[in-house]
């Protein structure tokens, strides 16, 4: 099946810093869908990117799909302490979802 | 959104026993539900996919006897873990799909 490699696995900044993480496929992705998780919970939903170069804002998060749709990214801008967790890209293969192995983002105040 | 609740939230076993959790679709009905196991500081494994009065698909590596199945309605799936050992002791989460997919609040097993 399908393989989504994700990086950075980790990333500590200061709040008010940007963060991006990024999840590459060798093969072309039908779509890709982004979730954050917070520590101690589950897998919530942020968007779905489908189209070839689509570029989706959700206030401070920016979520792109490459070109080649084989790409994506999730950046944050001016980071809060509301937003650590891990997030998660994740693929369709056929019916399920394959998950990246997700970046942990832990904020210093 | 649609809303997946998951019974227990926690449980602590002796090794040898078996436990049972329940996902339920709240809102909605799912013909298909999935089994995730999530360890400490790793990503989510997909063990099985659970369709609704068929028998369930596992992914490669999952023991289907250990790991029983059962999705009796459109909105009840079950995943009994059999003669549990510490080692099966994990983060287990499902999920329904309606048009995305939603997952529950998760099920956190230790096994002693």
């Known amino acids: 099946g399908q393989q989504v490699m994700q990086i950075p696995q980790y990333q500590h900044v200061q709040e008010g810093e940007d963060f991006t993480t990024y999840c590459n496929s060798s093969t072309t992705l039908s779509n890709i869908q982004w979730y954050k998780q917070r520590p101690g919970g589950h897998p919530v939903f942020l968007i779905q990117?489908?189209?070839?170069?689509e570029v989706k804002k959700q206030k401070r998060l920016t979520f792109q799909f490459g070109e080649a749709k084989k790409n994506s990214s999730l950046h944050i801008t001016a980071t809060q302490t509301t937003d650590v967790g891990t997030y998660f890209c994740?693929?369709?293969?056929?019916?399920?979802?394959?998950f990246g192995a997700g970046t942990i983002l832990r904020v210093k105040s | 959104g649609a809303v997946v609740s998951q019974h227990p939230s926690w449980v602590i076993c002796k090794s040898g026993t078996s436990v049972k959790i329940e996902c339920r679709s709240l809102d909605f009905q799912a013909t298909t539900m999935f089994w995730y196991r999530q360890f400490p500081k790793q990503s989510l494994m997909l063990m099985a996919t659970?369709?609704?009065?068929?028998?369930?698909?596992?992914e490669q590596g999952v023991e289907k006897d250990k790991f029983l199945i059962n999705h009796a309605s459109l909105t009840l799936s079950t995943l009994t873990v059999t003669s549990a050992h510490p080692e099966d002791s994990s983060f287990y989460i499902c999920?329904?799909?309606?048009?995305?997919?939603?997952f529950g609040p998760g099920t956190r097993l230790t096994v002693l």
């Open positions: 994740a693929e369709s293969d056929g019916n399920k979802l394959v």
């Open positions: 659970s369709n609704e009065g068929s028998k369930a698909t596992y």
């Open positions: 999920s329904a799909r309606n048009d995305l997919q939603y």
């Open positions: 990117l489908v189209k070839s170069g």
